[in-house]
């Protein structure tokens, strides 16, 4: 019995010992851990501090509701629902145009006329029953355009009137001039050698007969 006293004795002084040792060591590494996360907080505040951050932008009006009845643009430019109206007006068309040819704005052309022209064109390039669209009474105009075309041909492409081929690959109508009685409308044609300008005379109602066409321009690619 006298030996087991100091033996539990010892012991007891060598687990208390442990414990508060264990207790120390915890708390060491939680204020280790605590004044390194603050250390971190107070790197971000320092930088945060350190950034030169820009101006907003018209920063009241990212926060106004916009309302299309009255809106001011500047200080002096209302912006009223009369303004807006304009703003939905359709566009007017812009047309190509040649400076040596003229707009090919056809938009107040008839598509009856449009297409009995471009029938004539056919014809012509194919040297077929042309002359059915001319007039009766001025039947031999069309007799004078085949004996320019066959005469401007070698003048300017220096080569003969093809036959038994189209003479045109393509055409084009420019803007018409509108008489009282009569229909002007300027025709390029295209050719393997080069372009000839013409210009169409035809009767501006019933079925368009034509009157008169003239050559205007040659010119040789």
Known sequence: MK???????????????????ISCKNNSESKLVYTENNTIKQNVKEKETEVTWTNEIEGERLTQRINRGAIEIGSEVPYNKEIYKLFKVSPVPV?????????????NLKISTKE???????ALSSVNNADAFFNKKYIFNYVFLMDDLGRGWEKHFNTKLPEGKKLFSKWLFGEPFYGADIIQIPVRFYAD??????TVF???SGN??????IINRWEKV
Do not use: H
């Open 116 to 122: 009995k022209l471009n029938s004539f064109c056919t």
């Open 208 to 213: 368009n007969e034509i009157y008169q066409i």
């Open 3 to 21: 030996n087991t006293f100091p033996i539990k004795t010892v012991l007891f002084t060598i687990l208390i010992f442990l414990f508060a040792f």
């Open 95 to 107: 047309y190509p145009s040649y400076s040596d040819f003229g707009s090919l704005d056809t938009s």
């Open 193 to 198: 050698y080069g372009i000839i300008d013409m």
């Open 202 to 204: 035809l009767s501006a």
